[in-house]
């Protein structure tokens, strides 16, 4: 029996969401990576007034953005001033996680009725196992992943693309090769017509340093990739990721749709709309820091894990990038705690700079079903020690925000 696993993406996934919320939007170029300062407004005529790119001022990064702003130049990752200058009549909406987040659970629950192998890659793609799915032999699973597209349509209004083939590496390429609404089918014997024709960072895990390289080494297509002698790549590119990309880019992967995976770390972070100093900008500083740690206390709680390792991470204004971790001495999920670990974290780092980035991250997690063992019926029940957190001085000598009142108690 041949495997057929699908690739899932949902389109343009989460500007698709706010198309269902502003339908009036269909059709123009949207761009989503605003601030609540670019909700749109709504006018005493029943109409809104929305935020356009020429306006805007700050620092932020585009999340996603609407087909039509994809063709005036716009993606993901461009910072919002850039793309105001390729698209400034684009509409800006701010990003709403938690309404994604609906939709995503929508989306994936109803896929599961069709398919119930499935694969959560995040919260717009995921891989789904149809090798066993009744008359998926028959067809090289054309009539599943239908019935998928229309599961998905019927349960949130939005379209998604679909790629079926023997693999998880060629799926991924296939569900890319006829967005937005795409079904693409493809068997071992069509790789040389459809798939080396394709850039070399078409292939998940060649990104763009080793795209430079190969190009540097003229190739630049994947059937260039696979014409290269195994030898040369492992000379070029090391032992293990040489012979990966030769075996990538013959279309060769055995690994399986993987239905439940424990996560390494949780961790939340925001990107200011402009540069943020410790010092001067110490109470602004101090209610973000915060409201990450217990934002991030939520989701340990809401997913039903503790953490034993609190770490920060800073991006400054020069990019570069720092982080700090600390170990305690229990796991937790309580803000409090998480809070102090960070700030601890926090005085370890030169804040001299001005900040872009700060984020939080709990990490050595645990499932809470593992660290509450059942009680004998002769044992007392004494709640363990909360982790002990010392917070030596700043060995910078800059005054930190802090939680008010937390050096006390």
């Not at 609404?181 to 014997?189: C, D, F, H, V």
């Not at 960070?342 to 804040?351: M, N, T």
């Not at 980035?357 to 079903?369: N, Y």
Request: hydrophobic share 40%.
């Amino acid at each position: 029996m041949r495997r057929l696993i699908a690739h899932l993406d949902m389109d343009a996934f989460y500007a698709s969401v706010e198309l269902l919320r502003y339908p009036d939007l269909k059709g123009q170029p949207v761009i989503i990576g605003g601030g609540r300062d670019s909700t749109p407004r709504q006018m005493p005529d029943g109409t809104r007034r929305y935020a356009r790119l020429r306006d805007y001022a700050g620092r932020g990064v585009i999340t996603t953005a609407t087909y039509e702003a994809r063709a005036l130049g716009a993606h993901s990752g461009m910072g919002v001033m850039k793309a105001a200058q390729l698209a400034p009549d684009a509409i800006l909406l701010p990003i709403d996680f938690d309404e994604y987040r609906k939709y995503s659970r929508l989306f994936k629950a109803a896929v599961r009725q069709v398919a119930p192998l499935v694969e959560d890659r995040g919260v717009d793609e995921i891989y789904i196992d149809l090798t066993d799915i009744p008359g998926a032999q028959d067809d090289a699973g054309l009539d599943a992943a239908r019935r998928l597209k229309q599961a998905v349509r019927d349960a949130t209004g939005l379209s998604c693309s679909i790629g079926v083939t023997p693999n998880k590496l060629l799926s991924k390429i296939c569900s890319d090769l006829e967005k937005p609404n795409g079904l693409t089918l493809l068997a071992e014997e069509d790789i040389p017509t459809r798939i080396w024709p394709l850039p070399a960072k078409k292939i998940n895990g060649i990104g763009p340093k080793a795209t430079e390289k190969l190009a540097g080494l003229n190739i630049h297509t994947i059937g260039e990739l696979a014409a290269a002698d195994p030898a040369f790549l492992i000379t070029h590119f090391g032992k293990s990721y040489g012979a990966w990309m030769h075996e990538a880019s013959h279309g060769r992967d055995e690994r399986a749709v993987v239905t439940y995976s424990e996560p390494k770390s949780i961790s939340r972070e925001t990107t200011f709309d402009r540069d943020l100093h410790a010092v001067r900008d110490r109470s602004t500083l101090t209610g973000i820091f915060t409201e990450l740690c217990i934002e991030l206390a939520g989701d340990l709680a809401r997913k039903g894990y503790a953490s034993k390792t609190i770490g920060i991470k800073l991006r400054f204004d020069d990019f570069k990038i720092v982080t700090r971790d600390l170990t305690l001495s229990a796991h937790t999920m309580d803000a409090r705690t998480i809070r102090r670990a960070a700030g601890e974290c926090l005085k370890r780092v030169d804040l001299s700079r001005r900040l872009r980035l700060l984020g939080v991250r709990a990490g050595t997690l645990a499932k809470l079903s593992d660290l509450v063992a059942p009680l004998s019926p002769y044992a007392t029940a004494e709640p363990a020690p909360p982790p002990v957190v010392r917070e030596p001085p700043s060995p910078h000598g800059l005054p930190l925000f802090d939680l008010p009142g937390d050096s006390g108690s």
